[in-house]
C-alpha cells in the first residue's frame, strides 16, 4: 500500500512540477534566468503555434521541439532532491527512489509526446485516445500561452485553474489524424 501510494502522490507532484516550470520558467525570465524562456516561449513559439505551423516544416526547426541535453538531469536531480525532506519525515527513503524514477519517466514521456505532437509520424502511440486528447490539450496551449501548461498529465491544470478544453474563438487550426478539433461548440 506504501508504494502505491507513495506512486500516486509522486505522479501528482510531478505533474505539479511541470506545471510551476512551464508557467514561471519557460514562459517568462525567472530570477534573472532567462535560458529556459527564450528557447521556449520566443524560440519553440514563435516556429510552433496552433495553425498549420503547429507541426514541423522546416527541418532546421527540429532542434527546438526538444529541451537541450542537459535539462533532463538536471530537472530531474533537482525533482529528486526536492523529495529528500519527505523521506527524513516519514523515514522512508524509498520516497526520494520513487519520485527520482516517476520524474525520469515523465520527463522521458514529456519529451516523447511533445516530439510526436509536433512530428506526427503516424507512430502507434499517436493512434491513442489519450494522445489525441492531450495533441489537442497542447494544440490550445500554442494558441492561449497562459493556458494547458501540462503536455504529459493535465492534472496540475485542471487543479491550479488553466485547464482549456475549447478554443475561445474559432481560429485556423492546425489539422491531422492526430489532433481533435477544439474550436468553439457551436451555439
Not at 516556429?47 to 527546438?64: C, P, V
Not at 487543479?159 to 477544439?182: E, H, Y
Request: proline share 6%; net charge positive; glycine share 4%.
Amino acid at each position: 500500500m506504501f508504494f502505491i501510494t507513495a506512486l500516486v502522490l509522486s505522479i501528482i507532484y510531478v505533474s505539479l512540477v511541470e506545471w510551476s516550470l512551464h508557467r514561471f520558467v519557460m514562459h517568462k525570465p525567472f530570477l534573472g534566468f532567462s535560458y529556459p524562456f527564450e528557447a521556449h516561449a520566443k524560440k519553440h513559439h514563435r516556429i510552433f503555434r496552433a495553425d498549420d505551423s503547429y507541426h514541423l516544416k522546416r527541418e532546421e526547426d527540429k532542434r527546438t521541439i526538444p529541451m537541450a541535453w542537459w535539462n533532463g538531469p538536471v530537472l530531474i536531480f533537482a525533482t529528486t532532491l526536492t523529495s529528500i525532506p519527505v523521506g527524513l519525515l516519514i523515514g522512508r527513503w524509498s520516497v526520494v527512489t520513487i519520485v527520482g524514477i516517476v520524474c525520469a519517466a515523465y520527463y522521458c514521456a514529456y519529451e516523447y509526446l511533445h516530439w510526436c505532437m509536433h512530428l506526427p509520424r503516424k507512430r502507434l502511440v499517436e493512434r491513442s485516445g489519450i494522445f489525441f486528447r492531450l495533441n489537442g490539450h497542447h494544440l490550445l496551449h500554442h494558441r492561449y500561452m497562459n493556458r494547458n501548461f501540462n503536455v504529459v498529465l493535465p492534472l496540475a491544470d485542471a487543479l491550479l485553474g488553466t485547464l482549456l478544453l475549447r478554443s475561445k474563438v474559432r481560429f485556423a487550426q492546425a489539422a491531422g489524424p492526430s489532433l481533435p478539433d477544439v474550436q468553439p461548440l457551436p451555439r
